[in-house]
């Protein structure tokens, strides 16, 4: 009984938030200012004091300001968004993963005293039709793939527990289009966020995304078209604008998927890149350390103590109200202190690859749990998931959150104690191997890295979920 009054309230709820983008969607930017405030009202009665009145209040002068930027730039967004797909965002990211979805993984983490995470990353295959220069998966081959039952099963007992997104990566989870459209379709109360290298989206393709309203995307690029093709192969370049150029005809909400190496990270944050990719369409973009996974890794692609220390600044900078471009990037590695530190282990996300097996990174290919012996739940409460619920924060500092690239030996300690064993689909790697190619990264970063945060005043967060003995 209290299952089915659940549900209803639920649905009403969704209704009501449903009615309220309605509303939010058919005003002119200049009007909507009422409705902000209503859903931000909304956000407050849903998260408590998760949100605090310094946040709120913020949150409220901002709406109340018609030069905020990113009050402007969220209208941007949905008025160059076809409308079901900005109303399937809205619907699926902002209250049912935001709102209703953190609400309940607040409550799981107490009940299950394990970490639940807000996204799942999996990978329908292990196919690409790309080979790019130090990227493991494309030597992984076309032999694995996760089932349509296997994706659904990870989609459905993910959304029991909270969670409301789910990114998919690979291999090219574009080689399975058909399998993917049908899952967006059977589960339209998540938003499915693909990594992409562009070369598989045509017409077709993107009038069903639009039918669907609940896919965003990711589309892999490295700067200019010299530094991408060299990379990642000779007309990759063409095939992004192109696809790019799809995604704004058709209102498809997407962003970028960069790589920063030695070789590249210049290009990559350079300005006119920048303002090339918002021209675009694109509207916000993840920035990801070159990580030295895998036997046939390219350590020499670890970018430069000075190259890091120039990105924190660069991507900062980009996000500053002084910065004029819609464009909204963030760094998976100099971002910790924003999200609390190291996201993996399912604190905030964990991965499955394309042969079920769960591991506690999409960089960490290490296991001891299989989605087609376990549930999502068994996995989450599993010793190599359970040694990552008790480490975090693996660092005080948060500009080194890594158990492997700022802190290898304490993944080394994870996975000997867990008895987790290699996942990598072509080459198992021991951990003392990956390891020792980031002991001398994670020696001289630390000094860098510890006068920078020193420099810093940092705010304690409303809620951090970390195990109790760590708050």
């Not at 935001?98 to 394990?114: D, P, Q, V």
């Amino acid at each position: 009984m209290a299952n089915i009054v659940k549900e209803i309230s639920h649905k009403a709820e969704r209704a009501a938030v449903s009615a309220l983008i309605d509303t939010l969607l058919k005003e002119r930017s200049k009007d909507r200012e009422k409705t902000y405030e209503k859903i931000l009202d909304l956000a407050k009665r849903f998260y408590g004091k998760g949100i605090s009145d310094e946040a709120y209040e913020k949150a409220a002068k901002g709406i109340k300001d018609p030069n905020n930027r990113w009050i402007r730039f969220i209208d941007k967004v949905l008025d160059e968004s076809d409308p079901h797909v900005a109303k399937m965002a809205l619907l699926n990211l902002g209250f049912e993963a935001f709102l209703n979805g953190t609400k309940t993984i607040r409550k799981n983490r107490e009940i299950y005293n394990c970490n639940i995470p807000w996204l799942i990353l999996f990978d329908p295959t292990s196919a690409c039709n790309m080979h790019c220069v130090g990227c493991w998966s494309g030597t992984y081959g076309h032999k694995h793939n996760l089932s349509f039952e296997d994706m659904d099963k990870i989609v459905t007992q993910g959304k029991e527990l909270g969670a409301h997104l789910y990114m998919l990566t690979g291999g090219e989870p574009l080689v399975r289009k058909a399998d993917v459209l049908k899952l967006a379709e059977k589960h339209n109360d998540v938003e499915f966020s693909i990594y992409t290298n562009s070369t598989l989206i045509d017409d077709d393709f993107c009038k069903e995304v639009v039918r669907l309203g609940n896919i965003t995307f990711q589309l892999s690029i490295e700067g200019t078209p010299e530094t991408n093709d060299s990379r990642r192969g000779e007309g990759h370049y063409e095939a992004v604008m192109k696809a790019m150029d799809l995604m704004k005809k058709y209102g498809i909400i997407f962003g970028t998927s960069i790589c920063y190496t030695r070789a590249n990270i210049e290009a990559v944050t350079d300005e006119a890149f920048i303002r090339m990719l918002a021209d675009k369409g694109a509207r916000f973009g993840f920035y990801f350390h070159y990580m030295p996974v895998g036997n046939n890794a390219a350590p020499e692609l670890l970018p430069t103590l000075e190259q890091r220390k120039y990105m924190i600044e660069k991507i900062r900078s980009y996000r500053s109200s002084d910065c004029d471009i819609p464009f909204y990037p963030m760094d998976f590695q100099n971002d910790g202190e924003f999200v609390g530190g190291c996201i993996a282990g399912g604190r905030n996300y964990f991965h499955i690859n394309s042969a079920g097996d769960a591991e506690p990174c999409v960089f960490i290919h290490y296991s001891n749990c299989n989605i087609h012996d376990h549930s999502i739940l068994e996995i989450l409460q599993s010793p190599l998931f359970m040694a990552y619920h008790h480490g975090q924060p693996f660092n005080e500092n948060h500009l080194r959150p890594c158990p492997m690239l700022e802190n290898p030996e304490i993944l080394k300690k994870m996975v000997h104690e867990t008895g987790a064993h290699s996942t990598d689909l072509e080459s198992p790697e021991t951990v003392e191997h990956l390891c020792a190619k980031c002991e001398n990264y994670a020696a001289e970063w630390k000094p860098e890295a510890d006068a920078i945060w020193a420099s810093e005043t940092h705010k304690k967060p409303a809620y951090t979920n970390y195990e109790k003995r760590a708050q």
